[in-house]
């Protein structure tokens, strides 16, 4: 029974390691904390150990788990579920080894990678003086969790793996969605296959009311040959490109039962996809009468300006930012989509007109004089009208995501100590079939 399950500290069951790679080939693969982000390892590239930074030092085994001693809440941690024999990772990373006899790993990572965990260790990173929000294994040593005998623990594990399976799935299958836009958005507007296809005779595999959209031949323009008709201008053209601002922190009055969301590129930098759907603070209407921008409106397209330039989304609620954004409100005849994507494909555009001693940023004034290809309302339109499908798609995973990331947060700790029993599927998770 769970009031007859042990509590036990971690540091009872698990182990910090610091083994040192003996590094026996010249190739490798090294991973850094911004190469693990929730549960993920993000790459296996091999690359040269001769270039790798002095930090490139800890080897790791399977079943370990991987946790960032920097900002512990912004899930860089992982599973190391392979054989890891080659891989390398930044002394900056935790290697926390279960004690097989004691705990089973994949139990003790769901618990220490739980919200209310990871929110707990940031906060005692917060209270530590240093540069950067820091932990240590001696703290995370320090937590207690209940400890049910190994079978309840195979049961909660396998429980969660499943939900966070679902999660993994929606997030491939949007990665497939976003390279199929990104795909249609070269073929039109980089390397122009239709116009191609059309001038030397070939059908551009397109409808025929599509195809008609295209001319079939080229001219000069200041970025070199485009479609005859089409035109350059500066993205501030095609949209009204504002920004944001902080109300002071100091008056409760701006934020306080706020009930507006507000942005930071913090709120991008952890996304699955690139669809804005919450945010992690709001401000109220007296802290929303601060920001001269307002509330953005849902569609509004936003690319973090600085520290760093590149973090991307479309919002999908009304929202305020903060000063880290340059927000784009397409016009009328122009598609969010393909200024999203343009976005991506102008990112060294885009770097090379920022400017900074501290930190590289792109003013707005820097920003909107960047010529961009306009092909028309037409052509606008004929795109949004294909990519639009495979973005509300996208929307619909990443929505499904989040209710089961919520919902596996508020079951995890009920389930790790007994209040509640393992439900037979995720189906029966999703419908509530839970039993004390």
Not at 328 to 338: E, I
Not at 381 to 407: G, K, M, W
Not at 417 to 425: A, D, H, Q
Request: hydrophobic share 40%; charged share 25%; net charge negative.
């Amino acid at each position: 029974m769970a009031n007859e399950w042990r509590i036990a500290r971690v540091g009872d069951l698990a182990h910090s390691v610091s083994e040192t790679h003996r590094l026996g080939k010249e190739r490798l693969i090294f991973l850094n904390t911004s190469d693990i982000l929730l549960g993920k390892i993000l790459h296996h590239r091999y690359s040269e150990t001769r270039d790798w930074p002095g930090q490139a030092k800890k080897s790791i085994q399977k079943d370990d788990i991987l946790f960032s001693e920097i900002r512990p809440a912004n899930g860089r941690f992982a599973y190391v579920d392979i054989e890891a024999d080659d891989y390398v990772v930044s002394t900056k990373l935790m290697v926390i080894r279960a004690r097989k006899d004691q705990v089973l790993p994949k139990f003790l990572y769901h618990f220490l990678t739980s919200k209310k965990i990871t929110g707990w260790l940031q906060h005692l990173a917060d209270s530590r003086s240093g540069t950067f929000p820091q932990i240590t294994f001696d703290q995370v040593a320090e937590l207690e969790m209940p400890l049910p005998p190994p079978s309840h623990q195979a049961k909660i594990a396998s429980f969660l793996d499943e939900i966070d399976g679902k999660i993994q799935r929606n997030t491939r299958m949007g990665e497939t969605l976003q390279a199929i836009a990104r795909a249609i958005f070269r073929s039109w507007f980089v390397d122009f296959d239709p116009v191609h296809a059309k001038a030397e005779g070939h059908d551009p595999g397109l409808t025929k009311p599509v195809a008609d959209l295209f001319p079939d031949c080229f001219e000069d323009s200041e970025l070199g040959e485009i479609p005859k008709g089409w035109r350059v201008t500066p993205i501030g053209d095609l949209a009204e490109v504002v920004g944001g601002s902080t109300p002071s922190t100091k008056e409760p009055a701006f934020w306080e039962t706020g009930i507006n969301h507000w942005a930071t590129p913090k709120d991008l930098s952890a996304l699955r996809t690139p669809v804005l759907l919450t945010t992690e603070r709001k401000i109220t209407d007296a802290g929303l009468y601060q920001i001269s921008s307002g509330l953005l409106p849902a569609g509004t397209v936003l690319l973090s300006s600085r520290a760093p330039i590149g973090y991307r989304a479309v919002t999908e609620i009304p929202v305020a930012i903060n000063q880290g954004f340059i927000a784009m409100r397409p016009q009328q005849d122009v598609s969010n989509l393909f200024v999203l994507l343009w976005t991506e494909w102008a990112h060294d555009e885009i770097l090379s007109r920022a400017n900074g001693s501290t930190f590289l940023e792109i003013s707005k004034a820097h920003f909107r004089p960047i010529p961009v290809i306009n092909p028309g309302p037409a052509v606008f339109h004929a795109f949004d009208s294909i990519v639009r499908p495979l973005y509300l798609r996208l929307v619909a995973n990443e929505r499904q995501s989040c209710a089961l990331t919520e919902l596996r947060e508020g079951l995890i700790s009920k389930l790790i100590s007994g209040e509640v029993r393992v439900p037979g599927t995720v189906a029966g998770f999703e419908e509530g079939n839970l039993q004390p």
